[in-house]
């Protein structure tokens, strides 16, 4: 007797091929996941002797002199957001914000031709 082919399924060779799978992606994951953690470690290597300076400079100045810390109220802040909005829209041209289609003449185009999906075969 011949035996079928689609009768005999081997589940093992299919759960360890599944297990193989979700290990492979899982572990991908994890390692995306340290990468992503330890980016800002890497990123900051070159900043970290720059920072150390800014720092220098920052407790020298507090040091040696006092300086009292100004604010900016609400008021003061909202009117130069305007100022500079006023400023920017003054150097666009006013549009007037119609928008025109025109019809072009001709209206043929390969792409929506027919005769070029039929099948030309030769007999």
Avoid: C
Wanted: proline share 2%; aromatic share 10%.
């Amino acid at each position: 007797m011949e035996e079928n082919s689609m009768s005999f399924i081997d589940w093992s060779e299919i759960w360890i091929i599944t297990g193989v799978g979700y290990m492979v992606v899982f572990l991908a994951l994890l390692l995306l996941m340290f990468l992503f953690q330890s980016m800002p470690k890497v990123l900051n290597l070159g900043l970290s002797s720059k920072i150390k300076e800014v720092r220098a400079k920052a407790a020298a100045r507090k040091n040696g002199e006092t300086k009292q810390e100004k604010y900016i109220s609400g008021e003061v802040s909202a009117a130069i957001g305007l100022a500079i909005t006023l400023y920017y829209k003054e150097q666009h041209d006013e549009e007037s914000g119609i928008i025109t289609i025109k019809r072009v003449a001709r209206t043929y185009s390969p792409w929506s031709s027919k005769i070029y999906g039929v099948n030309n075969n030769p007999r």
